[in-house]
């Protein structure tokens, strides 16, 4: 059974659309993240939930954000795609003192 | 402002030898540090965890030491194999919070047959 789990895996698009990733655990986990990693590969993190409730809001555009229907879920809206969202995105979910990260998905903007 | 670097972008080692990371930080005041295998098209995972009141913390071929006073860490892998070779990430945890983690960027190790 997969712990974190990402759709799409592979998600191309254009400019100016709107789009959605979703990220689902069933690790029982009360915290999850988004990760945000660019082309030099530096991993930085967007927000984290816990219980459903966001508890860190990095500096992102507005144009991204993070819902939560259940602690099990994470899913992230992205508005407006700019040529400069184009990275790998990472869901996470954590245990104290571990994270867990899913497969990632890869998002280009065309 | 704070700072994670992990000195080498890539580390090119004979298989066999031992492969030595190095993770440094400043205005940081770690609880803990962890350090994370990221292979190709995949998301990274956990390997370690050493608190700040331990100097070294190992598994199976792993080790991790952890120095506060020169805020540096060392990941080293001994008698490395080809399977060995991916990315691997330090992260400090920041204290404030949940468990929210800052990474470095990461030293790509190659063990070459």
């Known amino acids: 059974d997969t712990a974190v789990s990402q759709t799409p895996k592979y998600l191309v698009t254009q400019m100016g659309n709107d789009k959605s990733i979703k990220c689902e655990q069933n690790?029982?986990?009360?915290?999850m993240y988004w990760y945000k990693q660019d082309s030099k590969k530096f991993l930085k993190i967007m927000f984290s939930?816990?219980?459903?409730?966001?508890?860190i809001n990095e500096t992102v555009p507005n144009r991204f954000s993070p819902k939560s229907p259940d602690k099990a879920h994470l899913n992230l809206h992205i508005n407006s795609l700019e040529l400069g969202d184009s990275a790998v995105y990472f869901c996470?979910?954590?245990?104290?003192?571990?994270?867990?990260f899913g497969p990632g998905t890869r998002l280009l903007v065309l | 402002s704070q700072k994670i670097e992990q000195n080498s972008e890539a580390l090119n080692i004979q298989e066999g030898k031992t492969a030595t990371l190095t993770c440094n930080y400043t205005n940081y005041s770690p609880a803990y540090l962890q350090w994370y295998r990221q292979d190709p098209g995949r998301g990274p995972v956990f390997l370690l965890l050493?608190?700040?009141?331990?100097k070294e913390k190992r598994k199976e071929r792993l080790k991790v030491t952890f120095d506060t006073t020169l805020k540096q860490s060392l990941f080293h892998i001994t008698a490395s194999q080809p399977a060995d070779s991916a990315t691997y990430l330090c992260?400090?945890?920041?204290?404030?919070?949940?468990?929210?983690?800052?990474f470095g960027k990461g030293t790509k190790l190659s063990v070459i047959p």
């Open positions: 050493i608190r700040e009141n331990e």
């Open positions: 939930y816990n219980n459903k409730e966001l508890i």
């Open positions: 690790l029982g986990h009360d915290t």
């Open positions: 996470a979910s954590s245990a104290p003192e571990t994270q867990y």
């Open positions: 992260a400090l945890h920041s204290g404030a919070g949940s468990y929210q983690l800052t």
